[in-house]
């Protein structure tokens, strides 16, 4: 049987807006991306929220931790600064408080007493007189917080990376009460101050930012403030939202890589698997055509054991079944029927039918084994019935060693007119093939009783029949009928009589005219009356002739001179050149 293996031209050609392997691709693709897509979103949502907690947390603890060691730092400005009252020798304090730049003393009586340390002002660029300036610009502010509170101010200038402190203090001396104003460095608290991911800052109770590294973030989200009573601050700590959901957007960003790997990898893994699939079933779909076409023997390997291998195993199956029937029943006449070229109810049709029948093959089949007749047979039916479907004709039926074929019958009524004359030359056509391919197979043949050589005659007429199925007791058949058969079947008889192989009505000479060499033969008796009966020797139109060269190519092989010696251009050109090849 003919194996299928690759989609027919016409599935090649076809285009598909929405194929099926594209089909399977996208709908995996979308399933995998919607659920990773899904298991990255909720897997963000966590780590966030996670992120989030931890993150509250730690800024809690921090806090806690930088407020202590801010208040720790500045009780000890405080009690260097009261202790400062009682030393005599400054120097002696300065090398002792390297961190205080400078004291001012404020006394009951109003009177103001400046201190600086000469080593850090030198060191840190400040030009003399410059906390006395500071002093008397900023007095308003220094002053404007009455009561023994503890106060934090900025000053104007930096002292290295760090900014220069103010601290307002209430002291008691020999003489009363006393405001000391201590200008200190808190570039001890640095490391506090510039964690990485951690930013913490003081605050004064006027909002003025008196310890802080580098710019405060505006949109912090996550932050911890402890308020330091004794100094009239609070130390607040934050972090950023980026830093935070770093880790997560990170993680999130990864799982969109491995969702578009994965993506991609789905989607071609299901391509190429969808391929598979798509290349079965359009050799299924070809299979369906071929069999429509009435060509049912052929198969479609099965190389899987799924669903598909099953399938195709059954339609193998019903292929074989339909090729084991159309050998019980006409093929041509289905395949115009599924075509809606034929209909199954009866009709008027003009058409030319053609009858062969073998000279003596009751006397010769007596001689035969059974086996041997159905094999001769079979081969020479091979022969013919090749000659007929060359020309586009229907092989109606066998009736023994005869066969019934016919042409124009499943013409469109649009087409009748054309199909009369065309249906006519194919028939002659076909009958000449016959000739030459019954030379062909009688090579060789003759030498024993058993190998005998066959003669055959050939009747063609053309008229109108009637044309439908006849259906009785489940057995159906779709032919002809009409007085025309019983003519064709006389005009064979006339081919054994007359030494002519090809005898034709005169329609069908009237429908050839002058594209066939034929000699009129005495007439014969038919239905009461006298018909004209000719025989054809060749033929002669230039177009015709190519197209039997055209056909003679589509008969079983054999030797080119005896196609050559029994028709077309070295045919014979008359009847007694006819008559001697016989």
Known sequence: MESVNAPACALQERMFFFPFALKCALVVSFLAAAALSAITIISYLTMSRQARAQAARDVKSINRTTAAVCETFFDSVRAESAAAMFVRNKEFFWQLNPHIAALAVLNASNEEYIYENDTFMRTNQFNAGTVEQFIQTQRPVLYRISGEETVLFSTMKDAGDFPLLVMRSRSQAQNGAVYIFTFFSAESLRDMFTSSDYVSYVTNDIDEDILCTGRKNQQEIISGKQYLSRYGC?????????????????????????????????????????????????????????????????SIPVTTHDETGILIKNINDMAESAGLFERYSNRQEAVFARQGIISMEGMRKTATVLFSDIYSFTECSSKL????????????????????????????????????????????????????TRGALAAVRSALLMRAAGRCFNEGRGTAFTNPALATGFGIT???????LFNAGGHAEWTLTGSGLRLADRLTACAAKSGADIIISAETRRLTGNCLITEELESITFNGHREQVFAVINIKDANEMKKFSEELECIPSGSKELYRRAAGPDGPKSLAALRSLR
């Open 462 to 468: 053309t008229g109108q029949f009637s044309a439908g």
């Open 234 to 298: 609070s130390a607040v700590t934050y972090i950023e939202t980026g830093i935070v959901l770093e880790n997560a957007v990170q993680t999130a960003l990864r799982n969109i890589y491995i969702i578009l790997i994965s993506w991609a990898s789905a989607a071609l893994t299901m391509l190429l698997f969808s391929f598979s699939i798509t290349r079965r079933l359009n050799s299924i779909n070809e299979m369906f055509q071929k069999i429509e076409e009435g060509v049912c023997d052929i």
């Open 369 to 420: 084994k059974a086996e041997q007749i159905m094999t001769l047979l079979n081969d020479y039916m091979k022969y013919m019935t090749a000659c007929i479907t060359a020309t586009g004709g229907i092989v109606d039926k066998f009736i023994g060693d005869s066969i019934m074929a016919h042409w124009g019958a499943a013409e469109t009524a649009k087409a009748a007119a054309a199909a009369e």
